[in-house]
C-alpha cells in the first residue's frame, strides 16, 4: 500500500515538471527567413516580439513580461504548496482510516479571494495604460504621417509630403527616418489584413470600410521585417513586411529620389511601349506613363530589394522569371501571365531595370 502511494507522488510530480516544461517552451518568436539582406548593409532585425525597439512595442513586451511574471510567481507558490501538500501529507505505512477534517477558515477564504482580486486589478491597470499609450487617437507630435493600404498580396504606402505636395508612393517597403514618431493610417483595398512588424509595434488590422491608426518609432537603424498577420487568402503568408530605420539624411534622399519623376523612358523605348501596349498599364502607375493602381507603383521599381513582397531578392533575373509568370513565383496572385515573347521580356525587364 505505502509504496503503491510513493510510486503514485511519484508520478505526480513528473507529471507536473512535465506540464511546466510545456507551459513555459518559448512560443513567441515566430521567425520569418530573411530572404534578401538590406542594400546598407545594415542589421536585418529578427521578427521576435522580444526585442522591441520601438516606444510602443516595448510597453507591449513589458506588460508581457509583467503577466507572465507574476503567473510563473502563481504557478510557483500554487504547485509548490500542492507538491508540498501531497509529499507531506502522504499515508504513511501504518496510518489508518481518514485524516482529521478540517472546515473552513476565514483568514485563508480572505487570503484566497482578497489576494487574486488585487492581482487582477493590477494587471488590468496595467493593460488599460499600455492600451492607452499604444493605440493613441492622436498622431504623436512631429509625426510623419504615412498612409498603408493592404491589397491581396502586397502593401501600399503613401508617405505625406508636409509642404503639401503629393504623397510619395511605393509598396512593400517603407523607408522611415530613425528617432521620428511615424502615424499610420490605415485602410484595406479589399479584405481584412493586420500589419505587423513585431520589432515596432502590435498588429493593427486594415478593415474594408474603415480606417485604423498606429504609431511606432524605430529608436535605431535597421531593417525590420514583419508580416501580414491576418489570414486574407491563398498567398497571405507572403504578403510580407520590410521596414528600413535610416537617419535623416539618408530619409530625406530616398524621399527625395522617390518623389522625382520615373526615369525617362527616350532609351527604352521598345520595354516602354509593350509596357503601355499590353495590360501592364492599367494594373500599374509608372509616373508620367500611366496611373493604374491595382498593382505597385512601378514608378521608382529598382530602390526596392525585393519583388512581389519580400518573396524574392530584386534583381534582372527575379524580374524576368516574375514577367514569365507570376503565377510560378506567387501561385494565386493577382498578375496574370502575359504570355510574353523573349524579345518582349527582354524590352520589358531593360525599360523596368532603369526604373531606379
Ligand atoms: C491584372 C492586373 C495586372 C496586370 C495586367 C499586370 N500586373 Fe504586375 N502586378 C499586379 C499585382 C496585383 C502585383 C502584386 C503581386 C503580389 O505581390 O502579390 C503585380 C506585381 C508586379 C511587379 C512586382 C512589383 C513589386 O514591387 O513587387 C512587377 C515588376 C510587375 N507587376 C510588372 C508588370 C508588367 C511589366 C506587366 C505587363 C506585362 C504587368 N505587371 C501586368 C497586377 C498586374
Ligand atoms: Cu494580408
Redesign the pocket.
Given at each position: 500500500m505505502a509504496r503503491r502511494f510513493m510510486r503514485f507522488n511519484r508520478a505526480s510530480v513528473v507529471c507536473s515538471v512535465t506540464m511546466l516544461a510545456v507551459l513555459t517552451a518559448p512560443s513567441f518568436a515566430v521567425d520569418v527567413a530573411p530572404i534578401c539582406t538590406p542594400m546598407g548593409g545594415e542589421p536585418l532585425q529578427s521578427t521576435s516580439i522580444l526585442s522591441p525597439i520601438s516606444p510602443p512595442a516595448r510597453e507591449i513586451h513589458s506588460l508581457a513580461a509583467l503577466v507572465v511574471g507574476v503567473c510563473a510567481a502563481i504557478f510557483i507558490v500554487v504547485e509548490g504548496a500542492l507538491l508540498w501538500a501531497i509529499i507531506r501529507y502522504r499515508r504513511r505505512a501504518g496510518d489508518r482510516g481518514e485524516p482529521v477534517q478540517v472546515f473552513g477558515s476565514n483568514p485563508i477564504e480572505l487570503a484566497w479571494t482578497v489576494i487574486p482580486l488585487v492581482i487582477v486589478f493590477v494587471l488590468a491597470l496595467a493593460t488599460v495604460r499600455t492600451i492607452k499609450d499604444v493605440q493613441r487617437t492622436e498622431p504623436p507630435a512631429g509625426a510623419l504621417t504615412v498612409d498603408v493600404i493592404g491589397?491581396q498580396?502586397?502593401w501600399e504606402y503613401r508617405i505625406a509630403d508636409e509642404d503639401g505636395g503629393p504623397p510619395v508612393v511605393t509598396?512593400?517597403e517603407l523607408v522611415v527616418p530613425v528617432g521620428r514618431p511615424v502615424w499610420l493610417r490605415l485602410a484595406s483595398a479589399d479584405v481584412i489584413h493586420s500589419w505587423w512588424v513585431p520589432a515596432l509595434n502590435g498588429k493593427t488590422d486594415l478593415v474594408p470600410g474603415r480606417f485604423s491608426n498606429t504609431w511606432f518609432e524605430a529608436e535605431q537603424p535597421g531593417t525590420f521585417l514583419g508580416q501580414c498577420a491576418e489570414y486574407c487568402g491563398t498567398?497571405h503568408a507572403n504578403m510580407l513586411l520590410r521596414v528600413r530605420a535610416v537617419d535623416d539624411a539618408q530619409f530625406e534622399s530616398w524621399r527625395t529620389a522617390q518623389a522625382a519623376p520615373a526615369r525617362d523612358p527616350a532609351s527604352f523605348a521598345a520595354g516602354h511601349s509593350i509596357?503601355l501596349r499590353?495590360?501592364?498599364m492599367?494594373?500599374?502607375a509608372i509616373d508620367g506613363s500611366s496611373s493604374g493602381a491595382?498593382?505597385?507603383n512601378?514608378t521608382h521599381?529598382m530602390s526596392?530589394e525585393t519583388?512581389?513582397?519580400g518573396m524574392a531578392p530584386l534583381n534582372r533575373d527575379t524580374?524576368r522569371a516574375?514577367?514569365v509568370d507570376?503565377q510560378q513565383l506567387?501561385p494565386g496572385?493577382?498578375?496574370?501571365s502575359?504570355q510574353?515573347t523573349d524579345p518582349e521580356l527582354d524590352a520589358?525587364v531593360d525599360y523596368?531595370s532603369s526604373l531606379n
Open positions: 491589397h498580396w502586397w509598396a512593400n498567398q509596357f499590353l495590360a501592364c492599367n494594373c500599374h491595382f498593382g505597385p512601378l521599381l526596392r519583388i512581389a513582397a524580374l516574375w514577367l507570376p506567387k496572385c493577382n498578375m496574370p502575359l510574353l520589358l523596368l
